[in-house]
Protein backbone atom coordinates (compact mmCIF):
# COMPACT_ATOMS: atom_id res chain seq x y z
CA UNK A 1 0.00 0.00 0.00
CA UNK A 2 1.71 3.34 -0.58
CA UNK A 3 2.36 5.77 1.99
CA UNK A 4 1.22 8.77 2.12
CA UNK A 5 2.91 12.21 4.10
CA UNK A 6 1.49 15.18 5.25
CA UNK A 7 3.35 18.13 7.46
CA UNK A 8 2.39 21.16 9.06
CA UNK A 9 4.52 23.79 11.21
CA UNK A 10 3.34 24.39 14.80
CA UNK A 11 4.42 27.86 14.08
CA UNK A 12 5.29 28.24 17.80
CA UNK A 13 8.30 26.77 19.71
CA UNK A 14 8.09 23.53 21.33
CA UNK A 15 9.54 22.30 24.93
CA UNK A 16 10.10 18.85 25.89
CA UNK A 17 10.99 17.52 29.30
CA UNK A 18 13.10 14.59 30.17
CA UNK A 19 12.24 12.63 34.11
CA UNK A 20 14.74 15.18 36.09
CA UNK A 21 12.23 18.51 34.06
CA UNK A 22 15.22 19.24 31.90
CA UNK A 23 13.66 20.94 29.28
CA UNK A 24 14.65 21.38 25.92
CA UNK A 25 12.91 23.90 23.24
CA UNK A 26 12.52 22.99 19.53
CA UNK A 27 11.86 26.46 17.47
CA UNK A 28 9.04 26.37 15.29
CA UNK A 29 9.38 22.32 14.61
CA UNK A 30 7.00 20.59 12.36
CA UNK A 31 5.74 17.60 12.25
CA UNK A 32 5.67 14.79 10.08
CA UNK A 33 3.26 12.28 9.80
CA UNK A 34 3.19 8.71 6.93
CA UNK A 35 0.13 6.93 6.77
CA UNK A 36 -1.04 3.72 4.91
CA UNK A 37 -4.76 4.17 4.14
CA UNK A 38 -6.27 5.13 7.69
CA UNK A 39 -2.91 3.69 9.32
CA UNK A 40 -0.71 6.01 11.12
CA UNK A 41 2.80 4.25 10.18
CA UNK A 42 5.29 7.01 12.02
CA UNK A 43 5.02 10.75 13.75
CA UNK A 44 8.11 12.51 13.10
CA UNK A 45 9.34 16.37 14.55
CA UNK A 46 11.60 18.29 12.82
CA UNK A 47 13.29 21.33 14.81
CA UNK A 48 16.14 23.35 14.90
CA UNK A 49 18.57 23.26 18.54
CA UNK A 50 21.53 26.06 19.25
CA UNK A 51 24.67 24.12 20.09
CA UNK A 52 24.40 24.46 23.53
CA UNK A 53 21.06 22.96 23.25
CA UNK A 54 22.75 19.39 20.95
CA UNK A 55 25.39 19.57 23.92
CA UNK A 56 22.94 19.17 26.39
CA UNK A 57 21.28 16.32 24.53
CA UNK A 58 23.94 14.62 23.88
CA UNK A 59 25.66 14.70 27.83
CA UNK A 60 22.38 13.80 29.18
CA UNK A 61 21.37 11.67 26.49
CA UNK A 62 18.23 12.79 25.66
CA UNK A 63 15.57 11.82 23.58
CA UNK A 64 17.33 8.28 23.67
CA UNK A 65 20.51 9.17 22.47
CA UNK A 66 22.53 6.83 24.27
CA UNK A 67 26.41 7.37 23.33
CA UNK A 68 26.25 3.69 20.84
CA UNK A 69 24.04 4.72 19.32
CA UNK A 70 25.48 7.99 17.88
CA UNK A 71 26.83 7.31 14.22
CA UNK A 72 29.78 8.96 12.52
CA UNK A 73 29.95 12.77 12.07
CA UNK A 74 30.01 13.66 8.37
CA UNK A 75 32.51 16.38 7.31
CA UNK A 76 33.52 17.98 10.70
CA UNK A 77 31.42 19.56 14.04
CA UNK A 78 29.02 22.20 14.37
CA UNK A 79 29.24 25.44 14.77
CA UNK A 80 28.11 27.59 16.88
CA UNK A 81 27.08 30.35 14.64
CA UNK A 82 23.87 27.98 12.83
CA UNK A 83 21.17 26.02 14.02
CA UNK A 84 21.20 22.23 13.91
CA UNK A 85 18.05 20.76 12.51
CA UNK A 86 17.32 17.44 14.66
CA UNK A 87 14.51 15.14 12.98
CA UNK A 88 13.26 12.67 16.01
CA UNK A 89 10.15 9.76 15.73
CA UNK A 90 7.51 9.02 18.20
CA UNK A 91 7.33 5.70 20.16
CA UNK A 92 4.31 4.20 18.45
CA UNK A 93 2.53 3.18 21.64
CA UNK A 94 2.25 6.78 22.12
CA UNK A 95 1.27 7.26 18.67
CA UNK A 96 -1.66 5.86 18.59
CA UNK A 97 -2.87 9.07 20.38
CA UNK A 98 -2.60 10.26 17.07
CA UNK A 99 -4.20 7.40 15.20
CA UNK A 100 -7.60 9.91 14.97
CA UNK A 101 -6.05 13.12 13.46
CA UNK A 102 -4.26 10.66 11.04
CA UNK A 103 -5.72 12.26 7.53
CA UNK A 104 -5.85 15.97 9.54
CA UNK A 105 -2.25 17.07 10.43
CA UNK A 106 -3.58 20.35 11.68
CA UNK A 107 -6.00 18.27 14.10
CA UNK A 108 -3.07 16.73 15.29
CA UNK A 109 -1.00 19.87 15.49
CA UNK A 110 -3.69 21.55 17.33
CA UNK A 111 -3.77 18.46 19.70
CA UNK A 112 0.15 18.51 20.58
CA UNK A 113 -0.52 22.54 20.98
CA UNK A 114 -3.22 22.06 23.15
CA UNK A 115 -1.19 19.42 25.38
CA UNK A 116 1.66 21.72 25.72
CA UNK A 117 -0.41 23.54 27.68
CA UNK A 118 -1.63 21.55 30.69
CA UNK A 119 0.21 22.07 34.14
CA UNK A 120 1.43 18.78 33.97
CA UNK A 121 4.00 17.46 30.96
CA UNK A 122 2.40 15.01 28.91
CA UNK A 123 3.52 11.43 28.07
CA UNK A 124 3.76 13.08 24.27
CA UNK A 125 6.36 15.87 25.48
CA UNK A 126 8.19 13.92 27.37
CA UNK A 127 12.10 13.07 25.85
CA UNK A 128 11.94 9.72 26.54
CA UNK A 129 8.92 9.01 24.15
CA UNK A 130 10.56 10.55 21.14
CA UNK A 131 14.28 8.93 19.52
CA UNK A 132 16.18 10.95 17.62
CA UNK A 133 17.35 10.01 14.13
CA UNK A 134 19.19 12.53 12.37
CA UNK A 135 21.21 15.80 13.59
CA UNK A 136 22.00 18.10 10.51
CA UNK A 137 23.50 21.52 9.89
CA UNK A 138 23.68 23.30 6.93
CA UNK A 139 27.30 25.40 6.61
CA UNK A 140 28.65 27.67 4.23
CA UNK A 141 30.37 25.07 2.38
CA UNK A 142 28.83 21.48 2.91
CA UNK A 143 26.27 19.90 5.38
CA UNK A 144 27.20 18.28 8.75
CA UNK A 145 25.56 15.66 10.60
CA UNK A 146 24.91 12.00 11.61
CA UNK A 147 22.48 9.77 11.62
CA UNK A 148 21.67 7.87 14.60
CA UNK A 149 20.39 3.84 15.10
CA UNK A 150 17.06 4.67 15.25
CA UNK A 151 17.26 5.91 11.68
CA UNK A 152 17.88 2.55 10.17
CA UNK A 153 16.07 0.60 12.70
CA UNK A 154 11.33 0.50 12.26
CA UNK A 155 10.66 2.00 15.27
CA UNK A 156 7.35 0.29 14.85
CA UNK A 157 8.82 -2.94 15.03
CA UNK A 158 9.65 -2.45 19.41
CA UNK A 159 6.17 -3.10 19.56
CA UNK A 160 6.76 -6.94 18.55
CA UNK A 161 10.06 -7.09 20.87
CA UNK A 162 13.42 -6.65 19.75
CA UNK A 163 14.50 -9.74 17.51
CA UNK A 164 12.38 -9.18 14.20
CA UNK A 165 14.02 -8.91 10.92
CA UNK A 166 13.58 -5.61 9.89
CA UNK A 167 14.72 -4.48 13.38
CA UNK A 168 18.32 -6.92 12.73
CA UNK A 169 18.41 -5.11 9.06
CA UNK A 170 18.45 -1.89 10.56
CA UNK A 171 20.82 -3.10 13.05
CA UNK A 172 23.21 -4.14 10.16
CA UNK A 173 23.14 -0.83 8.23
CA UNK A 174 23.94 1.06 11.24
CA UNK A 175 26.91 -1.59 12.21
CA UNK A 176 28.35 -0.77 8.35
CA UNK A 177 27.99 3.06 8.40
CA UNK A 178 29.75 2.48 11.77
CA UNK A 179 32.18 0.04 11.07
CA UNK A 180 32.82 0.25 7.23
CA UNK A 181 33.05 -3.56 7.27
CA UNK A 182 31.27 -6.18 5.24
CA UNK A 183 28.54 -7.94 6.70
CA UNK A 184 26.99 -9.14 3.55
CA UNK A 185 26.97 -12.31 5.30
CA UNK A 186 25.72 -11.53 8.52
CA UNK A 187 22.77 -9.86 6.52
CA UNK A 188 22.30 -13.31 4.78
CA UNK A 189 21.78 -14.96 7.77
CA UNK A 190 19.77 -12.10 9.31
CA UNK A 191 16.78 -12.04 5.66
CA UNK A 192 16.94 -15.71 7.13
CA UNK A 193 15.42 -14.93 10.00
CA UNK A 194 18.01 -16.06 12.49
CA UNK A 195 18.38 -14.88 16.03
CA UNK A 196 20.93 -11.77 15.73
CA UNK A 197 23.25 -14.07 18.49
CA UNK A 198 23.04 -17.04 16.16
CA UNK A 199 23.84 -14.95 13.06
CA UNK A 200 26.68 -13.07 14.68
CA UNK A 201 28.59 -16.37 15.97
CA UNK A 202 28.06 -17.83 12.59
CA UNK A 203 29.18 -15.54 10.46
CA UNK A 204 32.93 -14.70 9.46
CA UNK A 205 33.12 -11.28 9.51
CA UNK A 206 36.86 -11.09 9.84
CA UNK A 207 37.31 -7.72 11.55
CA UNK A 208 40.65 -5.76 10.75
CA UNK A 209 41.53 -4.84 13.91
CA UNK A 210 40.40 -5.59 17.47
CA UNK A 211 39.23 -2.32 18.50
CA UNK A 212 36.52 -3.23 15.59
CA UNK A 213 35.97 -6.49 17.08
CA UNK A 214 35.47 -5.02 20.35
CA UNK A 215 33.26 -2.09 19.23
CA UNK A 216 31.07 -5.12 17.52
CA UNK A 217 30.98 -7.11 20.72
CA UNK A 218 29.89 -4.14 22.84
CA UNK A 219 27.26 -3.50 20.84
CA UNK A 220 25.52 -6.61 20.70
CA UNK A 221 26.27 -7.56 24.28
CA UNK A 222 23.24 -7.89 26.32
CA UNK A 223 23.75 -4.72 27.65
CA UNK A 224 22.73 -3.46 24.43
CA UNK A 225 19.62 -5.92 24.06
CA UNK A 226 18.14 -5.66 27.82
CA UNK A 227 19.01 -1.59 27.39
CA UNK A 228 16.54 -1.17 24.18
CA UNK A 229 14.26 -3.74 25.44
CA UNK A 230 14.45 -1.97 28.71
CA UNK A 231 13.00 1.38 26.49
CA UNK A 232 10.39 -0.34 25.27
CA UNK A 233 9.17 -1.77 28.73
CA UNK A 234 9.95 2.00 30.47
CA UNK A 235 7.48 3.31 27.42
CA UNK A 236 4.88 0.53 27.99
CA UNK A 237 5.15 1.92 31.84
CA UNK A 238 5.10 5.44 30.28
CA UNK A 239 1.73 4.50 28.55
CA UNK A 240 -0.14 3.24 31.44
CA UNK A 241 0.65 6.53 33.39
CA UNK A 242 -0.82 8.35 30.15
CA UNK A 243 -3.48 6.12 30.05
CA UNK A 244 -4.81 7.57 33.55
CA UNK A 245 -3.64 11.10 32.79
CA UNK A 246 -4.16 11.81 29.07
CA UNK A 247 -6.12 14.60 27.87
CA UNK A 248 -9.31 13.58 25.76
CA UNK A 249 -8.34 14.93 22.10
CA UNK A 250 -12.05 16.71 21.83
CA UNK A 251 -11.80 18.47 24.99
CA UNK A 252 -7.92 19.53 24.31
CA UNK A 253 -9.42 21.13 21.27
CA UNK A 254 -12.07 22.64 23.21
CA UNK A 255 -9.64 23.51 26.29
CA UNK A 256 -7.21 25.26 23.87
CA UNK A 257 -8.99 27.44 22.07
CA UNK A 258 -10.66 29.26 25.47
CA UNK A 259 -6.86 29.69 26.91
CA UNK A 260 -5.97 31.25 23.21
CA UNK A 261 -8.80 33.33 23.15
CA UNK A 262 -8.05 34.83 26.46
CA UNK A 263 -11.84 33.55 28.41
CA UNK A 264 -12.12 33.89 32.55
CA UNK A 265 -11.87 30.32 33.37
CA UNK A 266 -13.09 29.36 36.70
CA UNK A 267 -12.78 25.84 36.88
CA UNK A 268 -12.46 22.62 35.80
CA UNK A 269 -15.25 20.71 37.00
CA UNK A 270 -13.97 17.50 35.48
CA UNK A 271 -11.72 16.31 32.88
CA UNK A 272 -14.35 17.16 30.52
CA UNK A 273 -16.05 20.18 31.06
CA UNK A 274 -15.11 23.86 31.62
CA UNK A 275 -16.90 26.01 33.81
CA UNK A 276 -16.65 29.90 31.96
CA UNK A 277 -17.83 33.07 32.86
CA UNK A 278 -18.50 36.21 30.75
CA UNK A 279 -20.30 39.11 30.28
CA UNK A 280 -22.70 40.48 27.64
CA UNK A 281 -24.50 43.68 26.97
CA UNK A 282 -26.68 43.99 29.81
CA UNK A 283 -25.26 41.07 32.77
CA UNK A 284 -23.00 38.95 33.09
CA UNK A 285 -23.55 34.85 33.80
CA UNK A 286 -21.83 31.79 33.95
CA UNK A 287 -21.06 29.33 30.75
CA UNK A 288 -20.32 25.85 30.38
CA UNK A 289 -18.86 23.77 27.78
CA UNK A 290 -18.59 20.38 28.12
CA UNK A 291 -17.40 17.12 25.93
CA UNK A 292 -18.97 13.92 25.43
CA UNK A 293 -16.49 11.42 24.29
CA UNK A 294 -18.53 8.89 23.76
CA UNK A 295 -20.79 10.55 21.96
CA UNK A 296 -18.21 13.20 19.56
CA UNK A 297 -19.98 16.01 20.69
CA UNK A 298 -19.54 19.40 22.15
CA UNK A 299 -22.17 21.12 23.75
CA UNK A 300 -22.02 24.96 25.39
CA UNK A 301 -24.46 26.70 27.60
CA UNK A 302 -25.08 29.70 28.59
CA UNK A 303 -26.65 30.05 32.34
CA UNK A 304 -29.30 32.70 33.31
CA UNK A 305 -28.16 34.42 36.86
CA UNK A 306 -31.48 34.24 38.20
CA UNK A 307 -33.47 30.99 39.17
CA UNK A 308 -36.69 31.02 37.94
CA UNK A 309 -39.23 31.04 40.90
CA UNK A 310 -41.49 28.23 41.32
CA UNK A 311 -44.80 30.13 40.44
CA UNK A 312 -43.44 31.61 37.21
CA UNK A 313 -41.65 28.01 35.84
CA UNK A 314 -44.92 27.24 34.17
CA UNK A 315 -44.63 30.79 31.75
CA UNK A 316 -41.13 30.44 31.41
CA UNK A 317 -41.38 26.90 30.26
CA UNK A 318 -43.85 28.42 28.17
CA UNK A 319 -41.74 31.21 26.70
CA UNK A 320 -38.86 28.42 26.45
CA UNK A 321 -41.00 26.65 24.06
CA UNK A 322 -41.84 30.06 21.32
CA UNK A 323 -38.75 31.68 21.69
CA UNK A 324 -37.03 27.68 20.22
CA UNK A 325 -39.54 27.69 17.53
CA UNK A 326 -37.91 28.34 14.46
CA UNK A 327 -34.08 28.35 16.42
CA UNK A 328 -31.12 26.71 13.89
CA UNK A 329 -28.11 26.40 16.22
CA UNK A 330 -29.35 25.93 20.19
CA UNK A 331 -32.52 25.74 22.40
CA UNK A 332 -33.44 27.03 25.70
CA UNK A 333 -33.85 24.56 28.73
CA UNK A 334 -36.03 24.86 31.51
CA UNK A 335 -34.92 22.64 34.69
CA UNK A 336 -38.87 22.80 36.23
CA UNK A 337 -37.54 20.97 39.39
CA UNK A 338 -34.54 23.79 40.06
CA UNK A 339 -35.46 26.59 38.06
CA UNK A 340 -32.39 26.69 36.29
CA UNK A 341 -32.62 28.32 32.99
CA UNK A 342 -30.03 27.65 30.51
CA UNK A 343 -29.51 28.40 26.55
CA UNK A 344 -27.70 24.95 24.42
CA UNK A 345 -25.85 24.98 21.27
CA UNK A 346 -23.97 21.79 20.12
CA UNK A 347 -22.48 19.77 17.58
CA UNK A 348 -21.66 16.10 16.69
CA UNK A 349 -18.58 15.74 15.10
CA UNK A 350 -18.33 11.96 14.90
CA UNK A 351 -16.24 10.83 11.88
CA UNK A 352 -14.49 14.66 11.82
CA UNK A 353 -13.05 16.85 13.67
CA UNK A 354 -13.52 19.53 15.76
CA UNK A 355 -12.74 22.93 14.63
CA UNK A 356 -11.59 25.97 16.45
CA UNK A 357 -13.81 27.95 13.94
CA UNK A 358 -17.07 25.43 14.37
CA UNK A 359 -16.71 26.15 18.37
CA UNK A 360 -16.15 30.06 17.73
CA UNK A 361 -19.55 29.44 15.70
CA UNK A 362 -21.37 27.92 18.10
CA UNK A 363 -19.84 30.16 21.56
CA UNK A 364 -20.35 33.65 19.21
CA UNK A 365 -24.27 32.37 18.53
CA UNK A 366 -24.91 31.10 22.25
CA UNK A 367 -23.86 34.30 23.73
CA UNK A 368 -26.00 36.39 21.51
CA UNK A 369 -29.12 34.65 21.68
CA UNK A 370 -28.81 34.47 25.54
CA UNK A 371 -27.41 38.46 25.70
CA UNK A 372 -30.71 39.49 23.13
CA UNK A 373 -33.66 37.08 25.16
CA UNK A 374 -32.46 38.70 28.67
CA UNK A 375 -34.98 41.84 28.57
CA UNK A 376 -37.59 39.56 27.71
CA UNK A 377 -36.38 36.74 30.55
CA UNK A 378 -36.35 38.92 33.11
CA UNK A 379 -39.78 40.86 31.65
CA UNK A 380 -40.95 37.42 32.32
CA UNK A 381 -40.17 35.99 35.51
CA UNK A 382 -40.44 39.82 37.36
CA UNK A 383 -42.82 41.48 35.12
CA UNK A 384 -46.77 40.91 35.16
CA UNK A 385 -46.93 40.02 31.60
CA UNK A 386 -47.50 36.66 29.58
CA UNK A 387 -44.77 34.89 27.91
CA UNK A 388 -46.17 35.80 24.83
CA UNK A 389 -46.34 39.79 25.52
CA UNK A 390 -42.72 39.55 27.05
CA UNK A 391 -40.79 37.92 23.51
CA UNK A 392 -42.74 40.43 21.91
CA UNK A 393 -40.43 42.99 22.91
CA UNK A 394 -37.42 41.09 21.24
CA UNK A 395 -39.01 39.17 18.45
Not at 44 to 65: C, H, K, M, P, R
Not at 81 to 88: A, D, S, V
Not at 159 to 179: E, P, V, Y
Not at 260 to 267: S, T
Request: glycine share 4%.
Amino acid sequence: MKTKTSTASLNTDLILSDTHDNQVRFVSPTMMLKRQGSELVSCSLIGEVDLETYQQIEDQALFNLQPDLKGPNSDGPFSARRPITIKMVLHPILMERLTPYVKQIQAAVDYVLGLSQQPVVDPLLKAESWFITTFQQQQAKATVGYQTFWHFVEIHTLKDGLLTKDFLSGTMAFIRQKTNLDLSALEADVQSQWSVWEAFSQANLNPESDEIRQHLEALFQKDFATGVQSTTEGMDALVRTDEETAESPLFSVVRCFFVEADWDILRYPDSLTLELKTRGSQSEWSCLAQVDDIQDQFLFYSFCPVTVPAECRPKLAEFCVRANLGMVLGNFELDFDTGTLRYKTSVDVEGSYLEPAMIRQLVQANLETMDHYWPAIMKAIYGDVSSIAALSAVE
